[in-house]
């Protein structure tokens, strides 16, 4: 993530525990990356203490007021009785680059039966309200599209009732269950294939993930809410790539009902990360194999690869893909 340092210095001024936390993670990143071979303990499982106490303050009143029901802006409203999804592509949904308009494409198709609603950046404030401070600063580039979708999908989420919010990257092979939209809490299960080395470095809060999520239970969002606006009325910049997963690991320390429904959640989209290593391989049901599941109906992609369609003439699993749903 890139700083920019006199932001930093201003906040450290202010806030000399972030600073504390923001080093503690530099050097543990550094040590880790001296021998990655003897990568055996969680990265964010150490520094969770330190995150926790970095921001404190902004926890402890963004947990209060999440028990706060009365906000206009958090009046929950149902806009489907089948349910709605939320997708969310800044720029805007003409021109998309070729791997999103094939995931949208999918989207669209697998779950026909749902209302679909696509934001951008000309009608997100058409569904609710974020503060003139966070649009300030996703505006001058202070913050970043990536933490301001988490904003926008925390305020969704917390005022419309059965909705699921689902990344521009998620390509769908089949429908989002109707059970779902009516659970208290669903984003993916554990994957079950990673890189040992990547995972060392990331939170070990599987119900962090947030590219697929959702819920019945508004508290969580309400506080997830409330926890960037604070956050960024506090600090000039985000200091953390992963601040909302470690936000909910907090909510799930703190609300035992919440931990409770978290445990419950139904497997779901394990295998999800499983494809995207082997897109670019000739198709063939024995590597399909690797990556099929019952309970995994979409598969996270995104822009960072180069998409293979043929390889000697025969069709990669992005070739197979590209001719159901590619551009015509």
Known sequence: MNLNYKVMLKDVLKH?????????????????????????????????????????????????????????????????SKGTIFVFWYQGFDNLPEIYDIC????????????????????????????????????????SITHFSDILRFNILAKYKKTIWCDATLFFIKSIPDSYFDLDYINISKQQDFDKNEYNIYP??????????????????????????????SFGQVYDYFSSAMAIEYFKRNNPEFSKIVANRPLNNEKSE???????EIASKEKASCFLSETT????LNWHPKYIEKDNNALTFFGEIKKEYGKN
Do not use: C, H, M
């Open 16 to 80: 000399p525990s972030v600073v504390k936390y923001f080093f503690s993670k530099y050097l543990n990143i550094k040590k880790k990356n001296k021998s990655p071979e003897g990568l055996e303990e969680n990265l964010y499982d150490k520094l969770t203490p330190r995150f926790f106490s970095a921001f404190k303050r902004i926890f402890e009143k963004s947990y209060a007021k999440s028990k706060e029901i009365e906000n206009p802006n958090f009046k929950e409203i149902e806009l489907d």
């Open 104 to 143: 949208l494409k999918s989207l669209k198709k697998q779950n026909s039966d749902k209302k679909i609603i696509y934001l951008d950046k000309t009608n997100y404030l058409n569904y609710v309200n974020i503060s003139k401070n966070i649009i300030d600063k996703l505006d001058k580039g202070k913050i």
């Open 204 to 233: 070990n809060f599987d119900y962090g993930n947030v590219y697929f999520i959702g819920g019945e239970n508004k508290s969580v969002f309400r506080f997830l809410s409330y926890f960037w606006e604070f956050y960024l009325e």
């Open 297 to 300: 109906f979409f598969y996270k």
């Open 274 to 280: 499983s494809l995207l290593p082997l897109i670019n």
